[in-house]
């Protein structure tokens, strides 16, 4: 398959969809190597011996919201504030200050992987501790987890370019240079994990040193193409100096995003609490970690569509054409119920093979991984409103909305839904998995109210001076 950036015209005046689609499509493909090698990792971990193989899956499921707890504050303030900045650049004709942009925040994103590495590695097994009684879990997860914060700047920069990347309306750049991490990682999980040719057999800390060593090279070769300079965008030491207004602006965008992000994060950390405490929660965990990464495979297509949303609304804001942006909000609504719509039928059809095929042999994980996928699954059509009001806020620079409905969806809604069907109802997993389909119903709806609203419709680009 060959894919062909499309051009700002063709941004701003071509068919909708189908201009979506051609920005979408390697997101797409990349998001797809990306769920494959996420549900590479379960499948290899699930080849342990059956004594180890539930704690390992069950120790990645804790560890990630942790993991994306930090990572999400750092792509949030980054990665929302340069798709746009950049693409509302770009839309505006006005490529150097696009380029700007991407070179301030890359310092700050830089500096703050760094530091919140730093602070995940000494801080996170006193969270473990809180998060989980499962001594066998706890154990995998603290082994996993310190690996991933010691390399979390190789995790959180690929992102940041990515986002930079696709604001320009260029998706096929970091596909290809995605692609080949992801693949080298899919590759090392078997040596690294179950010790193939004589490699030593390193159990769940494999899958992480995998992790991190191929996700360091991605960022290499992104910082080498950025310095060479790829389109509109380029890494120069000159325009890296810390400048306080072009500071000041990336934060105050950025900065709703990262709270919002975060906030969904550290809210997927308490609900893996809620779980972890529910009885058998090895079983639990593990169930639920599967069935999480088989969802992902469906989220795929709408997360490539809200890419390729997202740029073209910032694209259009900031050119001004403002009628091309309200057929994009349309259309992209549409889009994306529909495809999720379509998905989840298909996954309720297959839940219960599509969980065996990653933990054989445990009937009671795979039992409780498929009704998982079955509760969920009546959800996800709503989720098509939340996901595209999110793309839409990011493309338009405008974050508070989108801190409020991840705050609404997590705290307000999920977690307590979820603790009282599952435990004031006496319910257990089923009563969980139900109070979190229920949370995106009512999410979806809310999100839909803000688009209703019109609050998007405002560009973050200050005009051009008289002259500029």
Aim: hydrophobic share 55%.
């Amino acid at each position: 398959m060959r894919f062909r950036t499309p051009s700002r015209e063709e941004i701003l005046t071509g068919p909708a969809l189908a201009t979506m689609a051609r920005i979408g499509g390697p997101a797409v493909v990349g998001s797809l190597l990306f769920t494959l090698y996420n549900l590479a990792d379960a499948f290899w971990i699930g080849r342990l011996p059956p004594e180890a193989s539930a704690a390992a899956v069950a120790g990645i499921q804790i560890s990630w919201p942790i993991i994306w707890f930090l990572i999400s504050f750092i792509a949030g303030f980054g990665g929302a504030a340069v798709s746009a900045l950049v693409a509302q650049y770009v839309g505006a004709g006005r490529p150097d200050e696009a380029q700007l942009a991407l070179n301030q925040l890359f310092v700050l994103s830089a500096g703050a992987g760094v530091v919140f590495g730093a602070a995940g590695y000494f801080g996170s097994p006193l969270l473990l501790d809180l998060l989980v009684g499962e001594g066998a879990v706890a154990s995998a997860a603290a082994l996993y987890i310190r690996v991933i914060f010691a390399g979390l700047p190789t995790m959180v920069l690929p992102g940041l370019f990515y986002a930079a990347f696709a604001a320009t309306g260029d998706t096929v750049t970091p596909l290809l240079v995605g692609a080949g991490g992801t693949v080298l990682n899919m590759a090392l999980d078997p040596f690294f994990v179950l010790g193939w040719a004589g490699f030593p057999a390193l159990g769940i800390v494999g899958a992480a040193y995998a992790t991190v060593l191929s996700q360091g090279l991605v960022m290499a070769a992104f910082l080498a193409l950025l310095y060479r300079g790829k389109g509109h965008l380029r890494l120069d030491p000159r325009e890296m100096r810390p400048r306080g207004p072009w500071i000041a602006k990336g934060l105050r965008i950025g900065v709703p995003a990262a709270l919002g992000e975060s906030s969904m994060a550290f809210g997927f950390v308490i609900m893996t609490a809620v779980i972890g405490r529910l009885p058998n929660a090895e079983a639990a965990l593990a169930g639920y970690g599967i069935g999480d990464r088989v969802l992902g495979i469906l989220f795929i297509v709408t997360g490539g569509l809200g890419t390729g949303l997202t740029t073209m609304v910032g694209q259009a804001l900031g050119a001004g054409a403002m009628d091309r942006a309200r057929e994009l909000v349309r259309k992209g609504i549409a889009a994306l119920v529909v495809v999720l719509a379509a998905e989840a039928l298909f996954l309720w059809l297959v839940r219960y093979p599509a969980v065996a095929l990653f933990i054989p042999g445990r009937g009671d994980v795979i039992e409780v991984g498929a009704r998982f996928i079955g509760a969920f699954a009546v959800s996800m059509p709503f989720l098509g409103t939340f996901f595209a009001a999110l793309a839409i806020y990011r493309g338009s620079g405008h974050n508070v909305p989108t801190m409020i409905l991840g705050v609404v969806r997590l705290w307000v809604l999920r977690i307590p839904l979820s603790y009282l069907f599952g435990f004031t109802l006496g319910l257990g997993a089923d009563g969980v998995w139900w109070g979190m389909s229920l949370s995106n119903v009512l999410a979806g709806l809310i999100a839909l109210g803000f688009l209703l609203s019109r609050g998007w419709q405002r560009s973050v680009v200050e005009p051009r001076p008289p002259g500029g």
